[in-house]
């Protein structure tokens, strides 16, 4: 059974960190892509970040050179970290892991709630 599950999230005030994981099981993880998505109250879930199986990273612009994305192919883990935070990064975080050769395969976690607030 394949599992993601994320772990790291919470509250903190502007200006802090936060780092998150997700962790799999039941897939080959190193042949994934893995993107961590965000949605907040009222509105549409938005990519966040991508990391291939490569190591190539993209970002959304409103987290660019904040939000770093990296993979532990070892411990079947991806990682979000979260710099700078602001109010308006507030969100369920959720990972997905995407496998686009062969038969396509797309698996999400359950989420973890950040909220940056003073």
């Known amino acids: 059974q394949v599992q993601l599950v994320e772990s790291g999230g919470g509250l903190v005030q502007p200006g802090e960190s936060l780092r998150l994981s997700c962790r799999t099981n039941?897939?080959?993880?190193?042949?994934?892509?893995m993107n961590w998505y965000r949605q907040a109250p009222g509105k549409q879930r938005g990519l966040v970040a991508t990391i291939s199986s490569g190591g190539i990273t993209t970002y959304a612009a409103s987290v660019k050179g904040r939000f770093t994305i990296s993979r532990d192919n070892a411990k079947n883990t991806v990682y979000l970290q979260m710099n700078s935070l602001k109010p308006e990064d507030t969100a369920v975080y959720y990972c997905n892991a995407v496998k686009r050769i062969r038969e396509f395969r797309d698996y999400w976690g359950q989420g973890t709630q950040v909220t940056v607030s003073s």
């Open positions: 039941g897939i080959i993880f190193s042949i994934y892509e």
